[in-house]
Structure formats: C-alpha cells, structure tokens
C-alpha cells in the first residue's frame, strides 16, 4: 500500500457514504465500502488538562482532531464502475480520510 497526503473532493451517497472521488484530475467511482473508522489525534503526547477535582479533561479541540476513515474499492471513471476487478486496470483500494478540524478529505493510502 503505497501512502500520500493528496487532497480530493468527495462527493457522499444517500447512506453518507463516500459515493465518488476526484484523485488527481481522475473520477473514481466507489464500489464497496470496506472497513470505515474514526482515528484520534496523538492526545497521550499532548499535555493533560485536569478539572478541579483533578481528573484528567479533553480539550474540545481534541474532539476537532478527530479524522473518519473509509476504506474503499474504487474504479476510475463510469464505465469502469461496470468492469470486474480482475479485468479493470482501474482498480484500487484507497483510504479516504475527513478530517473534522478543517472539513477536508484527502486520500493517505493507496494499493491500486
């Protein structure tokens, strides 16, 4: 799996889900979603803040560094979408990350 920090412009489903993808001038169109989770940002090398009662608090901006994770099969363009994986050139897996700090997706991951 080769990794890249590319923004893209996703555009969602009727379930929310990521339904296509720009990725370098190219649409992508999603087949399946395979795996879809939330990463937190690194909140054990950040400071604690304590309350008076001296338990330990998240900052509301951690909740911000929060990042959704979509795992998706893809393949380029519409006709594509038609293809079998196993015939498609097109074809990849591809980690899509929102990032709720900014409101951006990018594309971290990518075996094609």
Same mark, same amino acid.
């Given at each position: 799996?080769?990794?890249?920090? $590319? ?32 990463? !937190? %940002? ?10 008076? %009662? ?5 900052? %509301?901006? $951690? ?9 998706? !099969?893809?393949?380029? #363009? ?11 050139? %097109? =074809? #990849? *897996?591809?980690?899509? *990350? =929102?990032?709720?700090?900014? #409101? ?9």
């Amino acid at each position: 799996m080769r990794r890249y920090d $590319d923004p893209v412009e996703v555009r969602k489903g009727a379930t929310e889900d990521p339904e296509q993808f720009l990725w370098r001038g190219r649409l992508w169109q999603v087949r399946e979603v395979v795996a879809h989770w939330v990463e !937190t %940002g690194a909140w054990w090398s950040r400071p604690a803040a304590r309350d008076e %009662g001296g338990a330990v608090a998240l900052a %509301g901006s $951690d909740l911000l560094r929060e990042q959704e994770v979509w795992r998706v !099969t893809a393949a380029r #363009g519409r006709v594509a979408a038609a293809r079998t994986a196993g015939s498609d050139p %097109g =074809f #990849g *897996v591809f980690d899509l *990350v =929102f990032s709720w700090a900014d #409101g951006s997706w990018q594309l971290v991951r990518a075996m094609d």
